[in-house]
Every structure is written in C-alpha cells, then in structure tokens.
C-alpha cells in the first residue's frame, strides 16, 4: 500500500543517510486559523501564532534551523517570538536542531516525560539507536516535563500532548482546535506509528513492554476526533500532493478525517503483520 511503501521508505533510510527531502525548501504556508506549515519538503515543523508568541513543533536536523526560521520570517513573523518548543518524538531528524533553536530564541522546551532521556542525553539511551554515533544530537535541557494529557498554553492557544509510544518511549501526537470562517476544526499532528526496521516488538529488553504501547498507541489515536490530518514527515498526509490545491477561495486540501483513518488502519495492519512475523520466528 501507499502508506507502506512510504513509511517503509522512510524507515530505511532513517539512520543510513539522510534522504534528500529531509532538506529541501518547501513553501511556507498556513494550514489553517493560526497553524502554519514552516518545515522542509521531508521534515515537518509547525508554527502557531498568538500575539502573546508562538509555539514551534519540530526543530528537525541542526542544518534545518536557518531554513525554519526563514520560513517563520517568510511569513511575516519574528523568531525572537518564539517562546515554546515542542517535538513529535526524540529521534534526530525530529529534535536535533533544539539546541540551537533554544539558545536563538530563549524558548521553553516541553518534552513528554519518556522522551525527556534521550533528549539530554543526545539520543545515547534511545533504545533502539543509543549505540549509533550518526544517531546523536546535541542534547539539551528540557524546560516542562510532560505527561499524557498535558496541556500547553500560550496565549488563546492550548494544544494537548498525547502518549503515544512505541517509535519513541515518549512518542507524542499533538492536538488542538482551530477556527476559521467562524467554523472550529480538530487538528491532529501525528508524532509515528511505524514500526522502524530493526525494532524488536517480541522480547525487547531495552523495551519490554515496546508491543503493548504500539497497542495503546492505536487505540489512541482512532479515539482522536480528527478534522485537519497532519503529521512529523509530510508524506503522512501528504503534503506533497495536498498543497498545490490549496487555495484562497477552494477547499482545504488539509481537511481529510477519511485521510486520517485510512492512515491509522494502514499503519496498525503493518504494525501487526510485524508482531505476528516475530512472534512466529520465535
């Protein structure tokens, strides 16, 4: 399916070598209400505004953070504004331009609390990739430990941290509402269902309990009411395909519930056909 071959895709070339999308430009653009989209072609990061400042999501590589501030700038805003740092998950290409971002900006870094290990550690306790050099990050200090259900205010902005783990121990998939048009929406920004190549669901010892939080993770995410789909690469939702619809006057493109659940579907049948080879091999 085409979920599967891109997931697979990423997957691969995750800690191998860095695909070229992962730094190539992309249009900064608004999403929605006050949401806009200011990562690279493969990266996604994610500004909300609120005249109080903003809140990032995702500082993706170290190499990405001039890129992301031009695209913040782009669009009319100041990058001394903004005041909180978020990420979807602690691998790499997701959190190792944090530093750099926290050191220009004097932003607050909020971590889900199972992440929050790998991040000050510059990914060496991350169970999958703590041993691999190429996998490290400069690590930095987080600010606001999260939990599940944790809310994050600035402003008339509030979006909540949802657990959902198994790619990372701390795995976070974000939501909130928007409005626009006098109409409210529900955003989800999916943190990573996918099952890297490698991950031993069955018998983990660095991760005993990896399979029952893929579970939970599912179950999570089909709870979510989902209105605007959204994710950590842009080939979740397909960014790639959806933007050039977006117009002034048509349609939101990025209004896709059906999207959204077909994804999910698609990434728990993976997640499963997985379990059940290594649970059969064993």
Known sequence: MKFLTLALALSFTLFAQRPADWTAPFPPHKVIGNLYYVGSEGLASYLITTPQGHILINSSLESSVPLIRQSVE????????????????????????????????????????????????????????????????????????????????????????????????????????????????????????????????????????????????????KSLPCDIFLGAHGSYYGLAEKFPRLTKDGPNPFIDPDGFRRYVADREQAFRAELKKQSESR
């Open 74 to 221: 782009k669009l009319g805003f100041r990058w001394s504004d903004v005041k909180i740092l978020l990420i979807s998950h602690a691998h790499w290409d997701h959190c190792a331009g944090s530093a750099k971002i926290l050191a220009s900006t004097g932003a607050k870094y909020m971590v889900m609390d199972a992440d929050v290990p790998v991040i000050e550690s510059g990914g060496k306790v991350d169970f999958q990739y703590g041993d691999s050099a190429s996998s490290h990050f400069t690590p930095a200090k987080v600010d606001r430990v999260l939990h599940d259900g944790d809310e994050v205010r600035l402003g008339d902005a509030m979006l909540v941290a949802h657990l959902t783990p198994g790619h990372t121990k701390g795995c976070t998939t974000w939501t909130m509402k928007v409005r626009q048009n006098g109409t409210a929406y529900n955003v989800v920004i999916v943190g990573s269902p996918n099952v890297n190549p490698g991950y031993r669901l069955v018998h983990n010892a660095r991760y005993p309990q990896i399979a029952q939080d893929y579970e939970r993770t599912f179950r999570t995410l």
